[in-house]
């Protein structure tokens, strides 16, 4: 399985930024995926997950702000982050399940992106 993160870049507070994750390497639409991020001195937090039958879950940080999608077509996964704050710099990684319901602990994830930067300037 390989995920192929991308779509990060620097933005102003108040911006908006969509990240892209590729899957490859068997049937997507089983299994669930998720959004993590790591700031720099920070530990790896969870972000969104969406399920393999779309149901979808946010950190308290982000909810009302970030949007997480699947297109089962493309297999691909979507993060639509709006609103962006300075406290949103991180590494983003996406990752995927051997499950179809959707953790949103990492250690419950089996395959892991190789991240995109993100940077939300004041």
């Known amino acids: 399985v390989q995920l192929q993160a991308s779509g990060g870049g620097l933005v102003q507070a108040g911006g908006s930024l969509r990240l892209f994750c590729a899957a490859s390497?068997?049937?997507?639409?089983?299994?669930?995926m998720g959004w993590f991020r790591q700031a720099p001195g920070k530990e790896r937090e969870f972000v969104a997950a969406?399920?393999?039958?779309?149901?979808?879950y946010y950190a308290d940080s982000v909810k009302g702000r970030f949007t997480i999608s699947r297109d089962n077509a493309k297999n691909t996964v979507y993060l639509q982050m709006n609103s962006l704050k300075p406290e949103d710099t991180a590494v983003y990684y996406c990752?995927?399940?051997?499950?179809?319901?959707?953790?949103?602990?990492?250690?419950?994830?089996?395959?892991w992106g190789q991240g995109t930067q993100v940077t939300v300037s004041s």
């Open positions: 990752a995927t399940s051997n499950t179809g319901w959707a953790p949103t602990r990492g250690c419950e994830y089996a395959y």
């Open positions: 390497g068997r049937t997507f639409r089983f299994y669930a």
């Open positions: 969406i399920s393999g039958s779309g149901s979808t």
